[in-house]
């Protein structure tokens, strides 16, 4: 409907629209976009208001609306249905429509009521401007109360922020309601890669290819562009209403979806909605997360509440896509799509689905007669507009990727030879991504985080849950995520460490959706927490304060490596990650160093006095889990047959004869008593703490040392390492309260002599091989003279 009026009438108006337009953009830009909102920039106020339909972890995880008053429309979707989430749009759409004199079957109580409700807004609006410019006259007054940024339906929030402090987002000129998000997330200065996307994103329309370290905040340097352009798109058309009385065409869009966002996992998927919700919590934009693992009547049912930003993965996406889900298929008004973690897409078990996806896209400034039949089925949204879509692709790795390295050393060239279908670049490319794309390449060379410590431990294959127990006992500070490249491996090791009283989450692919969620959330809510995971959370899942990354089984590639360790070390803060290596895994481990163009590589400080205790331990915890193991195997066996028999509708016939039950029960029963002594016994030994078989000189360590003891032992150490200066590899003490060490700590407290150089070691590799190769030909030399002397012996006789 609102193309038919736009279109009848556009000819006419158009001189007269772009008049206006480009007076209203030299106002827009003329705005000063700081925050405090004067009488004359707040034309925003009528708009705040609550997102209704929070999300988060939880609230999805359950996404039993009636548990979280979600509020989601159940039937059609309709407006009227949502209640409370999009009130003020929805009224300023049916105005308009009134205003154009097109609205159908409206009566005029209907309008009336529509211009009473529109009044009683006109009066909320003045009344706080009234207070917002009560607030500026006390600033211009030199008031030195900071100013305290409220959101306009909501007093309650009455955080005093000084926004002084965040004049490095200034040079930004981010919208004042994203700026209201960006106090309340206290986040004082936008990242680097934040400073670089936003301009080229946000004020200059490109298409943005972004690389930068793990955690360096990539969600936000895309999310901020969009929320930015959809609030300048809204304004501008508000702003329009009053002068012309015409509906203008990208309002009409709202409603559509304007944004969508492709992430690899579902569980980043829905922490990449849960930021952008926080970010957009002012602008009242919905932002709807659609993943596998939940129910599909669900998620139909929220997007059937016309959300303009998506989240997804290809998967689900392509599911109701394929279906023909309304909302997604209504692809013309897209004017933002993108890729996160692009290089993890084009990866087996995703490319399929997203190339569908990436194929639905309108095909932007390639527009062709297709397009043009699609657009007549689009109401609202001119060619200019599809024409317009920005692609973003991000990614830590991206420059790990042998095409994408070429591509961001070639800069914005075109690639010559790229017959590769499945490289990021030709699926950017298929998406619509134009040749002017701004790249933004801020990995150094070794793309690890800056402020990450890595160091690893080398050990035999049957030692590495001796060293990863020892690492989570003795410096169990922190949170700590262990990471397998097996489900296997990680219920082996998980079921270890809990018979060992180590409490422990898993997160792994085979898992149900609800439990994933459910293990992230606990992990989240617990300060020194462990998650054993496999690489389904490797990439991208942002959670504060995990100090340490174990490698418990070194990953298959690079990139993948890169993730991982990337867990820990995000924004500002610092990490380390630990990597067992075992002789298997040398030589992936030195292609792993040279991919990072590392030279040396810390080996992590182990206080081995620890292992015989250690390994006591492990031993009658690996008693307890094998006999535990074949008891549930047993029962497993049993209920299936059971069940089966059950089924089939037969009788199980015991065949054992007298004897053999007797057998069998004997063996039960001292399986049994094994079990309990084994038990008793370790939980005689777990009811100690963890000591070192001797007092070693270096280390003074134990459970149990009081705060008031480490300083003191530390001043110590500090007094006696000075004393000692000139000898500093020999005498340094390093003071360890069990439990009370992070694993960085100790990495950073140990001497230099625990550094690896990696050209040191590559070069005695180098001499040993040469050695063997020398002994090799002397005994081939030895043999060869023999043999020639028996000759000639045999000869002589
Ligand atoms: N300007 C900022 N100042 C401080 N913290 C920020 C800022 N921007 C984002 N953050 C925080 O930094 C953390 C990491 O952000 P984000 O998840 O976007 O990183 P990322 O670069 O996408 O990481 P990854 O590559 O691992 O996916 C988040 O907790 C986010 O809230």
Redo the contacts with the bound molecule.
Sequence with gaps: MASQISDKKRPKKTKKRSRVESVEFERINSLNWNPTLTEKDDAFSFLIGSNELEGGFLCLEEIDESEYNLGIAKSTGGSEEKGKTKPKKQKVYTKNEELNGEAKGESKEEIEEVEKETKQKKKKKKKKKDRINKDAVNEAEGNEESLAVTDGNDDQEQDSVDETEYYAWNELRLHPLLMKS?YA???????P??KACIPAGAHQGKDVVGA??????????FGLPILQRLLEEREKAERQLPENGELDEKVASAGLLRALIITPTRE?AL?VTD?LKEAAKHSNFRVVPIVGGMSSEKQERLLKTRPEIVVGTPGRLWELMSGGETHLVELHSLSFFVL??ADRMIENGHFHELQSIVDMLPMGSKSTDDDSQKSQNSETVSSVQRKKRQTFV???TIALSADFRKKLKRGSQKSKANDELNSIETLSERAGMRADAAIIDLTNASILANKLEESFIDCREEDKDGYLYYILSVHGQGRTIVFCTSIAALRHISSLLRILGVNVWTLHAQMQQRARLKAIERFRGHEHGILIATDVAA????I?GVRTVIHYQLPHSAEVYV?RS??TA???SDGCSIALITPNDTSKFAALCKSFSKDDFQRFPLEMSYMPEVMKRLSLARQIDKILRKDSQDKAKKNWLERSAELMELVLEDNDSEEERVNNHKRKKATSAQLTNLQEELKSLLSRPLQPKTFSKRYLAGAGVSPLLQNQLEELARLKNSNNSGDVKRKKMIVIGQDCVEPLQALRSAGPETKLNLKDMAEKRRDITELRRKRKETKKRLREQRRKQKKKLQGKE
């Design positions: 960006i997330l206290k986040f004082k200065e936008p990242t890669i934040q930068a370290e793990t955690g360096s905040g990539k969600t936000l340097a980043l922490q930021h996160d973690e991000f990614s830590a990439r991208g899942l942002d504060p993730h990337g867990r995000r924004a500002h």
